[in-house]
C-alpha cells in the first residue's frame, strides 16, 4: 500500500457562480479595503496576494485564479496586473489608466 495521498483538485468555477457568493466577494473586497492602514489607507481596491484574497479563496478550497477570472468575467469585478498579482477592484470603481506604464503617453 502506498503512502502517497492526493490531494483533490481545486474546484474549477464557470461563470455561474451564485449570487450570493458574488455578494460576499464583494463584501471581502470591501473589508479588506476598510482595514488598510497607512500610505495605503486611502486606495481603492485590493492586491489579490498581499491582501489575502488568495489565502481566503483558498480557504474556501477554490482556485483563486479561476474565481478571480469568472468573477471579471461575469462584470462583478475589474483588475489590472500589478508587481506580484492583480489588484481588483469592484466593478466601476476601478481609476482610469494613467501615464506611460499603460502606453497612453509617447
Known amino acids: 500500500m502506498s503512502n502517497v495521498t492526493t490531494s483533490a483538485p481545486k ?3 464557470n461563470g455561474n457562480l451564485t449570487a450570493d457568493f458574488r ?3 464583494v463584501s471581502m473586497i470591501r473589508i479588506l479595503e ?6 495605503y489607507a486611502a486606495s481603492k481596491g485590493v492586491h489579490t496576494v498581499y491582501d489575502g484574497v488568495n489565502a481566503e479563496l483558498k480557504r474556501l478550497g477554490l482556485d483563486p485564479i479561476q474565481t478571480v477570472a469568472a468573477l471579471e ?3 462583478v469585478i475589474q483588475g489590472h496586473f500589478v508587481k506580484g498579482g492583480r489588484r481588483i477592484y469592484v466593478n466601476g470603481e476601478m481609476p482610469a489608466a494613467k501615464g506611460k506604464a499603460f502606453g497612453l503617453l509617447s
Open 34 to 39: 476598510k482595514a488598510k492602514t497607512g500610505k
Open 11 to 13: 474546484p474549477a468555477i
Open 23 to 25: 455578494a460576499k466577494f
Open 73 to 75: 468575467a461575469a462584470g
